[in-house]
């Protein structure tokens, strides 16, 4: 038995369920109250930096139970930044913003009231309780350093990075947060993408502006969290600040389920990193040994967004990693090793016309199978481009959804948008995951899941005791009837960009869950037999 268990019904849903519909989504943004749109700081695009846009991260900052949104932007820099700088700063400047849900479907901007606007160019954002103090804290990553908002617990943020040791220079983007030591603090690793120089001018003009390989690659960084609100760099200790890459997307996930969480490093133009927890405070490299370093033809590529999901319910951790042209869905064969796939999945026949950003995989009807969603946008140009959803078939298989998913996605009167960021959650509390985009320059989208006849499901909201507070690594597997999952809950993955926290499954036909086991980084193993379906527990280790 349980000696902490915490169960909040948040929407129960009809015992009896209609054949799945197909996957469909509908634009909330106007009702919902988000009125964001992404600056990159000048007239047009003149820069890689410029160019590589900005992510989005759900969290619930204020423990009310439900997701809550924060989105990044650039901003105009300082003189000699912009090759195309704006002849009118506006007023006020381009800032991240923090939303509010509202728990009624709709959002109030508090980022003025919350003291995170900043200051930054930002990339990325990523949450997790890095002090263990029930409150998730937030990290953004930007053009020159990093930002860590520690949240007081009362509505309001203050920047601590400085306090917390978190000195990140160069141009910081993909991150994430694990447990690799398993010490009940969660560590930070942080991607940096190139030595940008913005006086670097030599270029063809049919480029547009100089590329990725323009610049010197980078290192990542690694920081240790000391579990007293401070954080050491560990790279060089660790093995990770001996590689050079041009960092896009960064993740971290256990793999191989040693127990131990491992670092994926999607890289522009450069081979990719996997990162394997050597259970002793190192890393080691091992993506060409693992056949995740490259391309389906042995070529670099410009990776974009990392996923590690188990998408055919084996138990094995495979890997999904959207792409400028392919993209490239990794089975994984047991062990160390993988298995590129994606031709024989259907899917890079499909998507090789599009630039690929924002990604994951979620399953949006509910029936027990994780599905991808894709966002797309021009590479070098504002080009739109739209976007794309494959619903998963089983065994292996996947079907492009997208001409079924809802007017957003019409190939003729649909929108097209410069995607770049997108995050993942069911920010209303009725089961179906829903999709928030972060288009480059533009107006943000927020689309609701409207599946019709979705399958059951449950969610998992863990709260660690031994473990870091917010369970960050731990092991979550689903019995119901024929089918057993298995999900971990990650913090940080797809492009620049962090899902809803609480581990989501689709349960099909079934309204009761056999059993419901929790493996903790910490080693303690809860079951729950005959757990109804239709809500969001909280689970709180022993």
């Not at 634009?27 to 700081?41: E, K, L, M, V, W």
């Not at 924060?70 to 003189?79: A, F, I, M």
């Not at 990290?139 to 203050?158: A, M, P, Q, S, W």
Request: glycine share 12%; hydrophobic share 35%.
């Amino acid at each position: 038995m349980l000696t902490r268990l915490l169960i909040s019904v948040l929407f129960l849903a009809a015992a009896e369920q209609p054949v799945p519909g197909p996957i469909r989504f509908e634009d909330a943004t106007q009702r919902a109250g988000i009125a964001f749109t992404h600056s990159f700081g000048a007239q047009q695009l003149g820069s890689l930096l410029e160019s590589t846009g900005a992510g989005a991260v759900w969290f619930d900052y204020n423990n009310d139970g439900y997701q809550d949104l924060y989105v990044v932007s650039g901003r105009p820099l300082g003189e000699g930044m912009h090759p195309y700088p704006l002849r009118k700063a506006p007023d006020p400047l381009p800032h991240n913003h923090l939303y509010r849900n509202n728990r009624n479907g709709t959002f109030t901007d508090v980022t003025a009231s919350a003291g995170v606007a900043s200051d930054l160019y930002s990339m990325a954002a990523v949450a997790a309780d890095y002090d263990n103090d029930g409150n998730e804290d937030l990290l953004v990553t930007g053009y020159g350093r990093v930002i860590l908002y520690r949240n007081k617990g009362d509505g309001t943020f203050e920047d601590v990075t400085a306090k917390a040791g978190l000195n990140i220079p160069g141009w910081s983007i993909g991150a994430a947060w694990l447990d690799y030591d398993r010490d009940g603090c969660v560590d930070l690793v942080v991607g940096r993408y190139v030595k940008f120089d913005p006086q670097y001018r030599a270029y063809y003009p049919a480029d547009n502006y100089p590329g990725p390989l323009d610049y010197p690659a980078e290192t990542n960084v690694l920081m240790h969290n000391n579990c007293d609100g401070t954080f050491s760099d560990v790279s060089a200790k660790a093995g990770i600040a001996g590689f050079k890459g041009r960092a896009m997307g960064v993740t971290a996930a256990d793999f191989d389920r040693d127990g131990y969480p491992d670092i994926y490093v999607a890289n522009d133009k450069s081979a990719n990193f996997l990162f394997h927890n050597e259970r002793n405070g190192t890393f080691k490299e091992m993506a060409t040994q693992a056949s995740v370093a490259f391309g389906q033809n042995g070529e670099n590529t410009s990776a974009m967004g990392p996923v590690f999901a188990d998408f055919f319910n084996d138990g094995k951790v495979g890997l999904w990693v959207s792409d400028s042209r392919y993209n490239r869905l990794y089975r994984n064969q047991g062990g160390t090793m993988f298995d590129d796939i994606t031709e024989r999945a259907g899917i890079s026949q499909l998507n090789a016309q599009y630039v690929s950003w924002g990604t994951s995989a979620q399953d949006f009807d509910n029936d027990g199978l994780l599905d991808i969603f894709i966002v797309h946008g021009g590479l070098l140009h504002m080009v739109p481009q739209e976007h794309a959803v494959f619903r998963n078939l089983g065994k292996g298989k996947f079907a492009d959804a997208s001409a079924t998913a809802g007017p957003f996605f019409d190939a003729k009167t649909g929108v097209k948008s410069v995607g770049r960021g997108a995050a993942f959650a069911d920010y209303d509390n009725d089961g179906k995951m829903d999709v928030f985009i972060v288009n480059l320059g533009g107006p943000a989208v927020l689309l609701r899941n409207t599946t019709a006849g979705a399958g059951h499901w449950i969610g998992v909201h863990l709260v660690g005791r031994k473990s870091n507070r917010d369970g960050i690594g731990a092991q979550v597997e689903v019995v119901a009837g024929q089918m057993r999952q298995q999900r971990e809950r990650i913090a940080g993955s797809g492009y620049l960009s962090q899902d809803d926290g609480r581990v989501h499954f689709g349960l099909g036909s079934a309204t009761t869950i056999d059993s419901l086991t929790v493996t903790w980084p910490s080693g303690t193993v809860q079951t729950l037999n005959k757990v109804p379906a239709d809500r969001v527990i909280t689970i709180e280790e022993k």
